[in-house]
Nanobody, 124 residues
């Protein structure tokens, strides 16, 4: 079992930046990828970005490409999502998730464990 805890959310003005962190604990040796998803009120949870846990492969949703950067430190068991040039439409609860799949899943079904989420609010 893998546990994940997100932190770093908050309120920021449009154009600003935030860095989300995700602590991965438990059976981390089963983790092959870490992903970030977000869910805005009244909307479905959507994929944001994913990274291989022990390689440098990354994948981004088109809506965040060029603005967000996913990274990880598997020595510290931490995942990160650097978010720059934030827009009001980025407002959502952001979740990190761990996957035992060897590829980079972009849908929720590809992930085994989820954090509780952290709120990001971008004001205009």
């Amino acid at each position: 079992q893998v546990q994940l805890v997100e932190s770093g959310g908050g309120l920021v003005q449009a154009g600003g930046s935030l860095r989300l962190s995700c602590l991965v604990s438990g059976r981390t040796r089963d983790t092959k990828a870490v992903g970030w998803f977000r869910q805005a009120p009244g909307k479905e949870r959507q994929f944001v970005a994913a990274i291989s846990w022990r390689a440098s492969n990354t994948y981004y949703a088109d809506s965040v490409k060029g603005r967000f950067t996913i990274s990880r430190d598997n020595v510290k068991n931490m995942g990160y999502l650097q978010m720059n040039s934030l827009k009001p439409e980025d407002t959502a609860v952001y979740y990190c998730a761990a996957s035992s799949r060897v590829y980079l899943p972009t849908n929720q079904d590809g992930y085994n464990s989820w954090g509780q989420g952290t709120q990001v609010t971008v004001s205009s």
